[in-house]
C-alpha cells in the first residue's frame, strides 16, 4: 500500500503516526506546538479528528436533557474541542512545511468531505467504524487507500469488512487495536497480529496502553504501521491524554521502533557479522599443533590440540584433517590454516606500483613476511605492549625499506586513546600513551635509515557509546584534538590522522564515531593543523553508505590532503577491511582520482586479518591491485 511515496508493508521499515487527534483541546497554537515536536522526534504522520456531530449524533443525544450522562461528556467536549475548517487547512499546511504527512480521521461522511478538500493520501478510520459499511463505501469512492482500526470488533466482524473491502478493489491496512483508555496489558492480546497477517494486507498496531514496550514489541511481531496518542501533558482535560504518550516517551518509541527495524534482519539465513567475526577471532578455537611437525608428515589426531584464540583452523575440521601430508614445518604450539590442506598464496618477490607501497607487520612477523618480497615501506601495527618491548629481538638487521608506524587504540588498563575527549584528565593520559607512541618510533629509526622523517597514523578518538553528537559538539571535539596536538612533541615524525568509519569495532562492540568522518570537516582540520590524513578507503565507503554521500566525491575532496591511504574494501555502515573485491567499493574510478590527485601518496593492503596464512590476505590485495595504483 502506498501513502504518499511510502510503500507501506513491503520491507521493514514502519509507518509511524502521532495521533494528535483532539488533544490540541480545541487551542490551534496547540496544535502547532505538537505538530513541531512531532518533527522533532521523526514520525512519518501526524493524524487529527473531525467530526459534523449534527451528522454524527442521533437528535436525542444532542438533547443534553435527555442523553446519558457519559453521552453528555463525550458531546461537550467534542463541541469545546473542535477546531474550524479555516484552522485544519492551516494544520494541514504547516505539518507538510514540517515534512510530515497529514491526516484527518472523518467521523462522517460530511467531515470525509471537508478532508477530501483539504487533501489527505489516505483515509484513517476509527475503530468505531470498523463495521460501518456506509462510511467505509463512501471512503473508497474517493480512491484513496485506507487505513482500519480493528478495537471493538469481533473476528466475524472484521472477516465481513475484509471480505467486504476487497470485493470493492481497495488498497488497506488493518490495526490491531483494544479500544480502552488506556488499556490494560493482559487484554491487549498482541498475538492477534499473526491473526491479521493471514489477510496478505499490511498490518499494524494501534496503542492505548502505558509506556512503549507493547508499541515496539507489535514491530517484532511484524507490525508496520504504528499509530499512538500524542499530547503535550497527559493530565489535560480530556478522555484520550491518558493513553498519550508526551514528548520524551514518544521520543524513545520511535527510536526503539527504528533499533528495531535494523535488527530484524532476515530469516534466510545465518550471517556471521563482522563484529562477530572480529570476536571469533579472539574467543573462539582452533586446532594447534601439539609436537613439533615436519613438511611431509602424515597428520594424525594426537598431533593436535583444541585451544584459544581461534584465528587458526576450525576445529570442526579435527577428524577432517587426518590422513593429509604436511605441506610446511609447523612449530609446536602453532596453528593449523586452511591453506595447510593445500592451495597457500604466497608472496611475489616484487610488485608494480606507480607510487610507494608498504606491508603491515608486526615486530615478531616482519622478517618471516619479507623473506618472500621486498616492500619500499612496512607499517607497524603496533600494540601497547610493543612500546615497552627491546626492540633488537626482532629488529635484527639494518632494512632497505621505510617504515610508518599505526599507533595503538588500546593502552593499558582499557584506555582507548581519545584526543578530543572533554574529560580533561582522560586526555591528558592519551596524549602522554600518543607521546610514548612518538618516542618509540624515533628509536626505531636506526633500523630503517632511508626513513628521514617516519609518519604515524594515529586513531584520533571522539567516539561516543550511546549515540552520535551533534555539531555544536563535534566543533569542541576538534578544538581539544588541535589542542592536545599542540601538547605533543612532534619534532622529527609526521603524524596522519585517520578517517574514521562511521560505527568502529571497540572492545568487541561498536561505538560511535563523531570526528573525521565528515570530509569538509577534515578538511577544515587539515588548514588549520597544516597536517595530512591517512585516508581508510574502507572506511570512507562506510561512512559514504551510513550518509548518503558520494565515495569518489568524498575521495576527489581528501585526496589533496592526504599522504597515504589504507586500501581494502567495504560493505554496508560497518563491513570494514573486506578483502579486495569482496565488497562493493567502486575500485575502477577511486584509483584514477588517487592517481591523479595524489600520486605520491603511499598505501597499504589493510585487509582484516591479512597476515594470516604468513600474509596470504596481503598477497591477494596486491595482486588484485597491482597495475591499477
Known amino acids: 500500500m502506498i501513502v504518499e511515496n511510502l510503500e507501506i508493508g513491503k520491507d521493514d521499515r514502519v509507518f509511524i503516526i502521532a495521533e494528535i487527534g483532539m488533544n490540541h483541546n480545541g487551542i490551534y497554537e496547540n496544535a502547532i506546538k505538537l505538530i513541531d515536536q512531532a518533527a522533532e522526534i521523526g514520525v512519518d504522520c501526524v493524524k487529527f479528528q473531525m467530526r459534523d456531530l449534527q451528522e454524527l449524533y442521533s437528535k436525542d443525544a444532542l438533547d443534553k436533557t435527555s442523553s446519558d450522562?457519559?453521552?453528555?461528556y463525550t458531546i461537550g467536549l467534542l463541541e469545546k474541542f473542535e477546531l474550524t475548517f479555516e484552522e485544519y487547512i492551516s494544520i494541514a499546511e504547516y505539518s507538510r512545511s514540517k515534512g510530515l504527512i497529514f491526516m484527518c480521521t472523518p467521523w462522517d461522511k460530511s467531515s470525509a468531505d471537508a478532508i477530501e478538500k483539504i487533501g489527505v493520501p489516505a483515509f484513517k478510520t476509527a475503530s468505531a467504524d470498523m463495521t460501518n459499511f456506509d462510511l467505509l463505501e463512501y471512503l473508497v469512492q474517493k480512491n484513496l487507500p485506507l487505513i482500519l482500526s480493528t478495537g471493538m470488533s469481533s473476528k466475524e466482524e472484521i472477516d465481513e469488512?475484509?471480505?467486504?473491502?476487497?470485493?470493492?478493489?481497495?488498497?488497506?491496512?488493518?490495526?490491531?487495536?483494544?479500544?480502552?483508555?488506556?488499556?490494560?496489558?493482559?487484554?491487549?492480546?498482541?498475538?492477534?497480529?499473526?491473526?491479521?497477517?493471514?489477510?496478505?494486507?499490511?498490518?499494524?498496531?494501534?496503542?492505548?496502553?502505558?509506556?512503549?514496550?507493547?508499541?515496539?514489541?507489535?514491530?517484532?511481531?511484524?507490525?508496520?504501521?504504528?499509530?499512538?496518542?500524542?499530547?503535550?501533558?497527559?493530565?489535560?482535560?480530556?478522555?484520550?491524554?491518558?493513553?498519550?504518550?508526551?514528548?520524551?516517551?514518544?521520543?524513545?518509541?520511535?527510536?526503539?521502533?527504528?533499533?528495531?527495524?535494523?535488527?530484524?534482519?532476515?530469516?534466510?539465513?545465518?550471517?556471521?557479522t563482522q563484529g562477530e567475526l572480529i570476536n571469533r577471532e579472539n574467543l573462539a578455537k582452533s586446532i594447534f599443533a601439539k609436537v613439533e611437525i615436519s613438511e611431509g608428515d602424515i597428520f594424525s589426531k594426537d598431533m593436535f590440540e583444541i585451544k584459544s584464540p581461534g584465528q587458526g583452523l576450525s576445529p570442526q575440521y579435527l577428524n577432517k584433517i587426518i590422513g593429509y601430508k604436511a605441506n610446511r614445518n609447523i612449530e609446536k604450539g602453532k596453528p593449523l590454516f586452511k591453506s595447510d590442506l593445500g592451495g597457500l598464496i604466497n608472496a611475489k618477490k616484487s610488485y608494480e606500483f606507480n607510487r610507494t607501497w608498504a606491508l603491515p607487520v608486526r615486530f615478531h612477523d616482519i622478517n618471516s613476511l619479507l623473506e618472500n618480497t621486498t616492500p619500499e615501506s612496512v607499517e607497524f601495527h603496533m600494540s601497547f605492549k610493543d612500546i615497552t618491548e627491546d626492540l633488537s629481538q626482532f629488529l635484527t638487521q639494518e632494512y632497505a625499506c621505510e617504515y610508518i608506524v599505526h599507533a595503538p587504540e588500546l593502552f593499558e588498563d582499557d584506555h582507548l586513546l581519545d584526543l578530543c575527549t572533554p574529560d580533561e584528565n582522560y586526555r591528558k593520559k592519551s596524549i602522554a600513551n600518543l607521546q610514548r607512541v612518538i618516542d618509540k618510533t624515533l628509536s626505531m629509526q636506526k633500523y630503517f635509515p632511508k626513513t628521514k622523517t617516519p609518519q604515524i597514523v594515529v586513531h584520533c578518538g571522539g567516539f561516543t557509546k550511546d549515540e552520535i553528537l551533534p555539531l555544536e559538539k563535534r566543533a569542541q571535539y576538534y578544538e581539544?584534538?588541535?589542542?592536545?596536538?599542540?601538547?605533543?612533541?612532534?619534532?622529527?615524525?609526521?603524524?596522519?590522522?585517520?578517517?574514521?568509519?562511521?560505527?568502529?569495532?571497540l572492545f568487541g562492540g561498536q561505538r560511535y564515531q563523531n570526528i573525521f568522518i565528515d570530509p569538509d570537516e577534515i578538511i577544515e582540520f587539515c588548514k588549520k593543523t597544516n597536517l595530512k590524513i591517512c585516508q581508510d578507503i574502507s572506511h570512507s565507503h562506510l561512512a559514504c553508505n551510513k550518509f548518503g554521500w558520494s565515495h569518489l566525491e568524498y575521495t576527489k575532496k581528501l585526496a589533496p590532503y592526504t599522504d597515504h591511504y589504507h586500501i581494502s574494501d567495504g560493505t554496508g555502515v560497518d563491513g570494514e577491511g573486506i578483502q579486495i573485491g569482496e565488497g562493493n567499493v567502486d575500485f575502477d574510478n577511486i584509483y584514477p582520482i588517487i592517481n591523479q590527485l595524489s600520486p605520491k601518496a603511499s598505501f597499504i593492503p589493510e585487509v582484516w586479518q591479512g597476515h594470516k596464512n604468513n600474509g596470504e590476505g596481503f598477497w591477494i590485495s596486491l595482486e588484485r591491485m597491482e597495475g591499477r595504483i
Open 69 to 72: 450522562l457519559s453521552t453528555q
Open 161 to 272: 469488512t475484509v471480505e467486504f473491502l476487497t470485493r470493492l478493489k481497495v488498497d488497506f491496512a488493518l490495526l490491531h487495536c483494544n479500544s480502552t483508555y488506556p488499556a490494560p496489558f493482559k487484554d491487549i492480546n498482541l498475538r492477534y497480529l499473526e491473526q491479521l497477517k493471514k489477510y496478505n494486507i499490511p498490518i499494524g498496531y494501534s496503542g492505548h496502553e502505558r509506556g512503549i514496550a507493547v508499541s515496539i514489541a507489535s514491530v517484532g511481531m511484524g507490525a508496520r504501521i504504528i499509530e499512538r496518542h500524542f499530547t503535550l501533558d497527559r493530565g489535560m482535560e480530556g478522555p484520550d491524554h491518558t493513553a498519550s504518550l508526551e514528548y520524551d516517551d514518544f521520543k524513545r518509541l520511535v527510536e526503539g521502533i527504528r533499533e528495531v527495524e535494523l535488527s530484524l534482519g532476515s530469516n534466510k539465513d545465518r550471517v556471521v
Open 480 to 505: 581539544n584534538l588541535i589542542d592536545s596536538i599542540e601538547q605533543l612533541d612532534l619534532n622529527g615524525v609526521q603524524l596522519l590522522p585517520e578517517n574514521m568509519a562511521p560505527f568502529p569495532w
